[in-house]
């Protein structure tokens, strides 16, 4: 068509780069089970090269590494230098990523389509904020897997796959790309000021999403502390025990409750064999400083030695 700019279209490889996804559901049968979810990030128009890298980084940090670009600016986008430099490394993802001239194209095989607007509109899908869409829809599928087992769940009654659809930075999504969709997700912001970069946008979506499907787990920068055995913390109670006795802080023929009080604070602090040892170190030091009438006689200082008067 004159006047119409041309876009080369990368093939599309053979097995779809799309990372399936599951949704944890319990409740039926004797173990979890898994809802395949494939999951697509679409940008329509996308016009600075920047905000595809930023995009296809989102996305690695989230685990997902299907990415379908619908007529960019520019055709070589994704191997461009400022793309690479936002990507930060997901360069698998732009690798995997696909240019194709129509939605259509960028569609093929999705089921269930959100939009992104931060404008709601007068007609079209309803607007819903992202966790709480994401909620149904999973629930959706939780409830019927928990139906009884006599009762068919077919494949066409829930998504098998989702889609999300990105506009240009400019202009947004134009409003026959927002009427294919289910639903428009309006990402929460102060009312004020609702501007969202595009890759902060796809971030924040992707997170909701993960955090929806089940997560990641926290990788914790150092081991789980190993827990004192009670033997242990037994020991170290009648060391102190008796460092309070040294330095008058607890009367032996008036105890009271002290002893069993601390036993239960350090049966909340969980303690390890490291702070064990430093409680140790702690009573011995106040049996060390205790008043001379509490040291052991080895511990004593000598006596000093008779002054001879002068005639």
């Given at each position: ?11 599309a ?57 619908v ?70 599928s ?35 790309d927002?009427y ?16 969202l ?14 955090e ?23 020991g ?28 239960q ?17 702690v009573?011995?030091a ?20 008779d ?5």
């Amino acid at each position: 068509m004159a006047g119409r700019r041309q876009y080369r279209i990368l093939p599309a490889s053979p097995v779809p780069a799309a990372i399936t996804l599951s949704a944890r559901v319990f409740g039926c049968g004797a173990g979890p089970l898994f809802i395949p979810m494939k999951t697509r990030f679409i940008l329509i128009n996308t016009s600075h090269a920047g905000n595809v890298g930023a995009t296809a980084r989102a996305m690695k940090t989230m685990g997902f590494d299907d990415l379908v670009l619908v007529a960019p600016r520019w055709a070589n986008v994704l191997r461009r230098e400022e793309t690479i430099q936002r990507a930060s490394g997901a360069l698998d993802v732009l690798n995997n990523a696909r240019i194709v001239e129509t939605l259509d194209e960028a569609l093929d095989g999705m089921a269930h389509l959100c939009a992104t607007a931060m404008t709601p509109r007068d007609f079209g899908p309803p607007t819903r904020a992202p966790r709480a869409h994401f909620a149904e829809l999973l629930g959706r599928s939780e409830a019927l897997l928990k139906q009884e087992l006599g009762t068919p769940v077919h494949p066409a009654q829930r998504p098998d796959s989702v889609a999300f659809l990105f506009g240009s930075e400019r202009f947004g999504m134009q409003n026959e790309d927002v009427y294919r969709c289910h639903v428009a997700l309006s990402i929460p912001t102060d009312p004020k000021f609702g501007s969202l970069n595009l890759g902060a946008a796809v971030q924040l979506i992707a997170y909701d999403w993960r955090e929806a499907l089940g997560g990641f787990g926290i990788q914790a920068a150092i081991e789980e502390p190993r827990l004192a055995d009670a033997a242990a913390v037994s020991g170290m109670l009648k060391h102190w025990e008796e460092a309070l006795v040294d330095i008058g802080f607890l009367d032996p023929a008036s105890p009271k409750k002290l002893m069993p009080r601390l036993n239960q604070l350090f049966n909340r602090a969980q303690l390890s064999p490291e702070e064990i040892h430093i409680l140790r170190g702690v009573a011995k030091a106040m049996m060390r400083h205790a008043p001379d009438k509490a040291l052991p006689a080895a511990d004593k200082p000598p006596a000093p030695a008779d002054t001879p008067t002068s005639a």
